[in-house]
Nanobody, 113 residues
Framework: VQLQASGGGLVQAGGSLRLSCAAS??????LGWYRQTPEKPRELVAM???????EYAESVKGRFTISGATAKKTMSLQMNSLKVEDTAVYYC??????????WGQGTEVTVSS
């Protein structure tokens, strides 16, 4: 599985950004985003599952929305009301139906105050 992420960039606090990820290869059971900073380990941001259900980190609930479809192998993350603490490198994540995990290249999100 290959994961191609796009989006990210620099935005002021309160602004919005959209991340997208396109996958190729095996059938996926989940697509999502993790993020990592030098100070923290990689953490789940949002996940989209093959049954259409979603999961969000508590810190982004109500601000971020994940959309797409694992069957179409595309997914986007709309990030609104961004905070300085959302600054991180965001990684697209994919999991196949046999539970193999894959990571895309990181894309930087910087939120300035």
């Amino acid at each position: 599985v290959q994961l191609q992420a796009s989006g990210g960039g620099l935005v002021q606090a309160g602004g919005s950004l959209r991340l997208s990820c396109a996958a190729s290869g095996s059938i996926l059971s989940a697509l999502g985003w993790y993020r990592q900073t030098p100070e923290k380990p990689r953490e789940l941001v949002a996940m989209l599952f093959s049954d259409g259900s979603t999961e969000y980190a508590e810190s982004v609930k109500g601000r971020f929305t994940i959309s797409g479809a694992t069957a179409k192998k595309t997914m986007s993350l709309q990030m609104n009301s961004l905070k300085v603490e959302d600054t991180a490198v965001y990684y697209c994540y994919g999991r196949t139906i046999v539970a193999k995990q894959y990571w895309g290249q990181g894309t930087e999100v910087t939120v300035s105050s």
